[in-house]
């Protein structure tokens, strides 16, 4: 069994790493990785994602229950409840990322629908896609300040139909990833923020692939 430790170290890495990256600006954005109980380790609200410490999480129940509080002036992230949508829809994931790049921001502005046509190109393997010439989208969802409406959208969505990769985007926010382990999701955030600067560049030099 991962001892509990050891999943907030792997949270610790990845913040810092996308802290230096520009993807976790000051507090912004929020990490999980579940344990094999079904709970899971979540970034506390209002915490330095560059200075993150084990005391930094809160463990979570699926049902928004919080059962391990290191310091007393914890609170969960504010979007806790995407994480719980996102582990109750996918069982077999083990870690749920979020970050607030630019690219994201900017690439949920090109297109005004519900989901982001996504390049033909070569990462798009590492995101489970071995296809030739495939037509991908990732999902878009409307951004809310009560991020519960956030939740239910993207479980309402969910439930009728399978993204194509697994992550979504939050318009004029940022995007989600899951994976089977941390450094699984890891992996998937790099990918998919390597994929919205192809696009953001191939609008500036004129290229569409519009599928």
Request: hydrophobic content about 40%; aromatic content about 10%.
């Amino acid at each position: 069994m991962i001892m509990n430790t050891d999943l907030r170290q792997s949270l610790i890495h990845a913040s810092r790493q996308f802290h230096q990256l520009g993807w976790m600006a000051g507090t912004a954005g929020n990490l999980s990785a579940k344990m094999p109980d079904n709970s899971f380790w979540i970034t506390a609200s209002s915490k330095k994602k560059g200075k993150l410490v084990t005391e930094d999480f809160v463990r979570m129940s699926l049902t928004g229950e919080i059962l391990e509080n290191p310091a007393p002036n914890n609170k969960p992230s504010a979007e806790t409840s995407i994480h719980q949508a996102i582990y109750s829809l996918f069982p077999d994931a083990n870690a749920c990322y979020h970050v607030h790049s630019v690219e994201a921001k900017l690439v949920s502005n090109f297109i005004a629908h519900e989901r982001l046509p996504l390049p033909p190109i070569e990462m798009l393997k590492g995101l489970g896609i071995w296809q030739e010439n495939p037509k991908v989208y990732m999902p878009v969802f409307e951004n809310y300040l009560e991020v519960s409406r956030i939740a239910e959208d993207i479980i309402q969505r969910f439930k009728q139909t399978t993204p194509d990769v697994p992550g979504l985007l939050i318009r004029n926010h940022g995007v989600t990833v899951w994976a089977t382990s941390p450094e699984a999701a890891e992996n998937h955030i790099e990918l998919v923020e390597y994929i919205f600067r192809y696009i953001v560049a191939a609008r500036q030099a004129g290229l569409n692939f519009q599928h």
